[in-house]
């Protein structure tokens, strides 16, 4: 009796497994995956239901979508994306930012109401895990993303006089860019008084560039054992995402002088010089008693055009600030689009700290190498002298007449020709 009872337990348990077995459904077998999604097939081990047939599915069945630029219109970035459709079949796929003029896919266009970014994102829509934004270029689009026409711009924030017990360690600075963000910051360290270079390990008579650390407050560390006690000039050159070079480069001066033991500290922001012993050539710099091979000068500030927006000028400046560190350089106007950074000197001028600032103008005629209100419809000056056209030739070398290669040599060739025109060539 036991026996037949366990038999038909056997058997019972045996139809369960077969239904159980019969339940998922195997490769080939019809499905509805609208109305019962894939619980017709196995999708445990792999089987879904696809266009209403239960199908081995290998690749990971969880939708996604990522975006390697987000909404960045200044980077062509690409969606990559995986979804099923109605009839759960995996939709796999990809599409890049690209630029549309008329609702034309081209490779660019000039700026204008039919000249758009297509911007793909990760934004659900329509069923599907992605969608695209439309976006106005200012400057035009091309490669899949807006132009930037804003050359980046840097700044040394280390300058001026120092001693070993007050030099930091290390010169620091800061960049910004209002277009595609920052790509690299680099710096040049000069020495004075024989023009050779230091490219991280010595001292070199080709001009070197090093990457420092950081962007828009970036650091180079370099140890005072490195300098000896002189001037060193400090350029820093930023370059932005699409390549763009900072054009109008800016000096920093640098002071390294030789510090007395039992020298003292002092106060010059209240005293002046009056703690040092000027008569054996001490003063007051970063608040030490320091040695100078010469007094310091006055301070001064000489501005080669005053005020005028129409002409490039530039400011040569001497002063010292409260701790009586000494600053001293040159600050050229420059160009931002069609905006000038005027440079000018402070009045009255004050006796300790700064003595130059800057005012930023739209020109209405746009804005061409530091000034506005003399360039032609061209965006050229109306006349080039010779000490102007070597000066010229100098930036056409370095690649700083414009945005491409191509726009950079149509530049001074037509600087070129005004030189011509100008000295009746």
Do not use: H
């Not at 005293?271 to 000068?297: M, S």
Request: hydrophobic share 30%; glycine share 12%; net charge negative.
């Amino acid at each position: 009796m036991k026996d037949i009872m366990m038999k038909k337990l056997l058997v019972s348990v045996s139809l369960l497994l077969l239904v159980s077995l019969a339940a998922a459904g195997s490769i080939g077998d019809r499905c509805n995956y609208r109305t019962n999604g894939d619980e017709e097939c196995d999708p445990d081990n792999g089987v879904y239901c696809i266009n209403n047939l239960c199908t081995q599915y290998t690749e990971n069945p969880d939708g996604f979508c990522s975006d390697t630029d987000g909404t960045d219109s200044y980077v062509q970035g690409t969606v990559y994306f995986v979804y099923r459709n109605s009839d759960g079949e995996f939709i796999e796929g990809s599409f890049s930012d690209a630029c549309l003029e008329s609702g034309r896919q081209v490779g660019s266009c000039s700026p204008s109401r039919d000249c758009i970014l297509q911007e793909f994102v990760c934004s659900p829509s329509g069923g599907m895990p992605y969608s695209s934004q439309s976006i106005s270029c200012t400057n035009g689009c091309s490669g899949g993303k807006c132009i930037d026409a804003d050359l980046p711009d840097s700044w040394v924030s280390v300058g001026g006089t120092y001693t070993q017990s007050t030099y930091p360690g290390e010169i620091t600075g800061g960049a910004s860019d209002e277009g595609s963000g920052l790509k690299n910051v680099e710096l040049s360290i000069m020495r004075d008084s024989d023009s050779m270079y230091w490219n991280g390990y010595e001292w070199v008579s080709a001009p070197t560039w090093k990457s420092v650390s950081g962007l828009g407050e970036w650091v180079y560390a370099m140890p005072f054992s490195a300098f000896s006690a002189g001037y060193y000039t400090l350029m820093s050159k930023a370059t932005d995402n699409q390549n763009n070079v900072e054009a109008d480069l800016e000096e920093t001066k640098l002071n390294i002088v030789v510090e007395e033991e039992g020298a003292g500290t002092c106060d010059y922001a209240n005293n002046g010089d009056d703690e040092c012993d000027t008569a054996d050539g001490f003063y007051c710099i970063g608040g030490v008693c320091t040695q100078l091979e010469e007094a310091p000068l006055e301070t001064s500030c000489i501005d080669s055009d005053g005020m005028n927006f129409s002409e490039k000028g530039e400011v040569e400046y001497y002063y010292r600030d409260e701790g009586g560190t000494i600053f001293l350089g040159l600050k050229m106007d420059s160009c931002s689009n069609d905006t000038v950074k005027e440079y000018f000197c402070l009045s009255p001028l004050p006796s300790i700290g700064k003595v130059f600032g800057w005012e930023e103008i739209a020109c209405e005629e746009g804005c061409f190498d530091g000034s506005c209100g003399k360039a032609g419809d061209d965006g050229l000056p109306a006349s080039v002298s010779d000490t102007e056209l070597l000066e010229y030739i100098e930036k056409w070398s370095k690649g700083e007449l414009g945005g491409t290669e191509e726009e950079n040599d149509n530049v001074i060739q037509m600087i070129i020709e005004i030189w011509k025109e100008s000295n009746g060539s």
